[in-house]
């Protein structure tokens, strides 16, 4: 089974582990595992290896609308190099001073492969669920999506220096507090965008009307990729999906420091996810 039949497997043992990070009491954490063979493709730098392992959980934390306390990471890999380990601890550091929290250490130990396994803890007053949408509230997201396919094709073509700027993306640590107590329902766009409205729809029991042209995708996918298929089903962006009140959407604008973009309305569950009038495939990364 996948990962989505794994959670679904153990979604009656867990019930918390169904939105981006788990909260207990006022603190948000969330743990990731990624390995060389399925997220770092040759070229990938140990700096960004690091960067990017622990952005992954600073998104998760920022989907919930948390302010990161700090980060761990467990680095396991065949053998250990003098400048790979400073290279991967430069990264995650520089990526945390970036969002206001601290990378406090971890573990390490050898592995068949380089693998990094990070987890994430912040303190959360008002949590964003993906269970609050509710029809007439608009969709949002932040930023652009498809920088991470571009960056895997680049990656394939050997222009490692670019690709790497594009893997060390921002975790929209900021936005998410802003959006706290606005948003009726969030998540990160890490499955792509498709799968992560399908996610907010099962979960708050709703459909979406998504606009087409209204979709932010990155500049950077153009020379490398399709368009549509690089920003909505590939997935590995972590822009912020959201929805909001109407009335409450120019304020956010104004209040969020990245790009705030209107892409679509909440519907009745009935309507499901449509893209232009027509069903949105519920496609995009896979574990």
């Known amino acids: 089974m996948d990962e989505r039949e794994a959670l679904r497997l153990l979604a009656a043992e867990l019930p918390q582990a169904g939105d981006d990070a788990a909260v207990v009491g006022s603190t948000a954490i969330t743990t990731d595992m990624l390995h060389e063979s399925t997220d770092f493709p040759a070229g990938t730098t140990r700096y960004t290896a690091g960067w990017r392992s622990v952005a992954a959980s600073l998104s998760d934390l920022a989907a919930m609308g948390a302010d990161p306390t700090a980060v761990v990471a467990a680095y396991a890999d065949e053998e250990f190099v003098e400048r790979e380990l400073r290279a991967f601890v430069d990264g995650t550091q520089t990526v945390c001073e970036a969002v206001g929290t601290q990378y406090v250490g971890g573990d390490l130990d050898h592995h068949c492969e380089f693998t990094v396994t990070t987890t994430a803890i ?62 009726t329902a969030m998540m990160d766009s890490s499955d792509g ?33 399709d368009r549509w298929e690089a920003g909505v089903h590939f997935g590995e962006d972590f822009e912020l999906v959201c929805t909001l009140p109407e009335a409450t959407v120019e304020e956010m604008r104004a209040e969020v420091a990245v790009p705030l973009t209107v892409i679509g309305r909440v519907t009745d569950a009935d309507t499901g996810v449509t893209v232009d009038g027509e069903p949105l495939a519920d496609r995009g990364y896979t574990h």
């Open 193 to 225: 965008l498709a799968r992560s409205l399908h996610q907010l729809a099962a979960a708050s029991g709703c459909g979406f009307e998504i606009d087409r042209e209204s979709v932010p995708i990155d500049e950077a996918v153009d020379a490398v990729a």
């Open 122 to 183: 912040g303190a959360v007053d008002q949590p964003i669920y993906r269970s609050g949408a509710t029809p007439g509230e608009l969709v949002c997201v932040t930023g652009t999506l498809g920088r991470s396919a571009a960056a895997l094709e680049l990656f394939e073509r050997g222009n490692v220096e670019r690709a790497n700027e594009l893997f060390q993306f921002a975790p929209r640590v900021e936005a998410g507090r802003r959006l706290a107590g606005a948003a």
